[in-house]
């Protein structure tokens, strides 16, 4: 029953009651359950019948059969058990199964999945954490300093559709990540973990890249907002400077101290701790809201006497008692052409649409949210729905209040209006002082939420060892209980000061933007490529997204981003691409689950039900190759690597099917051990790889033979190893070994017998030398295809081809030319040889003698059949002599031929015969069709 009721909690239904263990009942069930929970249990002696259970590798058994909903009361009752009581407790209905994970938290299975997934120091919610921190970026400097100069040149209408249809773009991106962040639990990298979890770490490891520098950047520009600013201050109303400057001259040293001052200060806020933080970006919130309030407070204060020079003008009627809002409705351009309208309109765009780029500021540290997949979607929205509006509302109300321009004034003159007056909200407010206040709060806010999100990023980054080298592990070591990334601290201050030295970063500004906007793109292309997948695991608790909607979010972005700067939107793409192809190059051994393996799984099974309707036609053949080993892949690597090589060529199917003889309950623990794919994927082959057991290495192939594969996608050329101790074998053995290639023909495969492979060294760059082909029968062309595919790779593509032909007792020049050009013909370009092996030399007592010699036991029935083998091999010591590799066509195993007879024909013509030992392989087609000479 206390397994039961556990099993019960723990999949996750709906129960009432359940129970709490105590005392030794804790212990005991700690020790009978050491495996997952899904792993395979089977009743236990020892323990009563039906009370425990225990885990049994020897036997599996599907936990599901354990579990009988009948069985399960929905009160568990007070169970004596060793002494040790187990009482009920009340679980509510809602949070069941997190209730049970916390109340057998002691078992390995109950415990956190990814230990590293979330930081334990994470404390903060939707508002402390995501609200606060997304508006703090967003009500940034633009909107103290450009909003005026926005609704100036676009006018109130433009500008009011050029902030919706930003926030369009954030919005659209918000709802795919808030998709894609409550398909599961998160871990801390914010777009970083969200974007490798999704499509990968080729496109994560790029953004995560190119979104930390982006980050540390983005301080200095926030901090030289907040020096210029500052600067300007003691400058113009104090005459204070640090530097001695000309009279109107940029203080560009103050501003380098000032920056520099004020990002060690964030630094040491920083390393003090991201609580300590968010607490710090509280009080700046507070102190935005009230610039923002004394600004629409300060708008319906009356304004005192108007002239010709003001710009700030109230709610009056200026323009020939026409209100100053219809007046600004229109943009500077309206009396233009249409195309001149659009080039100033997407200017414009280009000026305000930084000023929303702050969305992803909650998520940058979703490590240290209590709640991500909760949080981020909230507070993000929350943050853009109240920021659009706050946006909106101020360019009505300055639109209402302030003329655009002055005619005949320049913005040193006095009051120059909307347009030139990047201070005009100054003397909006309430208080000029408070907008001031409003530009620091804004301007350290969003540098410091940037110095405390880009270390979050590069630290995720590289503790994925997506970048395996000295470098980047040391920047994935963290601090503290919150796994603080304070080298990464370090890292970003650095990055930072010296963009702050430049002390003008114009150039480098709108390329960062380009950073956060691939950023943006790639999650909306994450969540339509999740969705697109149709993955059983994509379950997303967020629901109000759609795929279409981030496909277009997608194009949005992109196209938002060569708006902005079409040259520095190429130059990110090609950062892009080049982080991309390292990483590609690198190929890192990680394992996500993207959205890509999806998408190649629903394609291939598209293409494998297409593929039903298609015949396949000689010119489309292709060789799919089943690969049989006994009990060892590693000892016949060489072989694999080598019909690898034509499958390579020959792009098409390989499958190495490993034999492994004997009990399938013995066996299986070295079933288990075997080598898997991951040994060929470090090898380089690209070749699938299964394990079979079976009572024989016969019976093995039979079994592979007729099951591998699927549809047309299916093998249809066995490959097998010679095996040299055939002699030891029984008659039932070498009948089995024989029978393998007899069945293999009749179900309509090629078979290729491989000996002495062993003796190809791939370890060399190329092989030069010479592949004879002795072809003796026409298959259809296998024998020719094969070593014509051989070729074309680059260990081999510095042979010759020489293929070999016996006709009878005769040749002359006419079969070779007939033999070139059908060679010609068939587009394979070979040198030609015509031999005679003239079996009638050989006396009887020749043959007897080789044969006991090589103890070789053919049958004299055949003895016609061994003599014209063996002329066959003098003709191949003597003509292939100095190849480097052979192919023969392979007698074909009759029935009424023996086993012993046959494999002694090929013990005979394969035998070494020179000090390299060439290697050999018996080859024949199954008679169908495999070169055309048609187009």
Partial sequence: QIYYNFVFFMSGKKAKKGVRLEGDAENLLAQFYTAEMHSYLEPSEAAPSGAFYTYAPSQRIPIENYLNEEDLSEEATSIESGGSSIEEVSVEPDGELSKCRRMFSFLPCCGPKDKESKSTGSTFGTWDGVFASCLLNIFGVIMFLRLGSVVGQAGVFQASTIIIFSSVITTVTTLSMSAICTNGQMGGGGAYFLISRALGPQFGGSIGILFSIGNSVAVSLYIIGFSET??????????FSIVAIDEGARPTWDIVIYGLIAVFILLIMALIGVGWVVKMQLLLLVLLFITIISVFVGAFIPVGEITNTTDFVGFSNPYDNQSTIVHNLKSSTSDESFGTQISAFFTTFALFFPAVTGIMAGTNISGDLKNPAESIPKGTLSAISFSTVVYVLLSIVIGSVCVKEIPGMVSSEGDPGLLWDYYILTKVSLSGALIYTGIFAATLSSA??????APRIFQAVCKDKIFDNRFFNFFAVGKGEGNEPVRGYFLTFAIACSCILIGDLNVIAPLISMFFMLTYALINFSCFAASTGNTPGWRPRFKYYNRWVSLIGTFLCIFAMFLINWWNALIAVFVLSLIFGIIWKNDPDVSWGPAGDAYEVNSTLKTLLHLRKNEVHVKNYRPHFLVVTLESVEDNLNLIKSIASIRSAAKSLMIVANILEGDFVDRLHDYTEAAGEE????EKIKSHLINVIAPSFSSGVRMVTQSTGIGKMSPNSVVVP????????DDEEKNGIVGIIRDSFRLQNAVMLCRRFDNLDFTQKKIEGRIDVWWLVDDGGYTLLMPYLLRKKKLFNHCSLRVITVPGTNSSPHQTIMMTKLLKE?????????????????????IAGYLEAADLHPSEEHIDRTRRYLALKLLIEEKSEDADLIFLSMPFPRPFIGAETWLSWLEMLSEPFNEQETPFIFIRGNNRNVLTFYV
């Fill in 826 to 846: 068939f587009r394979i370009d070979a040198e030609v040889d015509i031999a005679v092996a003239d079996e009638n030399q050989l006396t009887d007592d020749d």
């Fill in 679 to 682: 040994y060929f994927i470090s």
């Fill in 230 to 239: 500052l600067a300007d201050i003691l400058v113009n109303s104090v005459g």
């Fill in 448 to 453: 410091l939420a940037s110095l405390v999100g």
């Fill in 722 to 729: 010679y095996l040299e101790n055939w002699r030891e074998l």
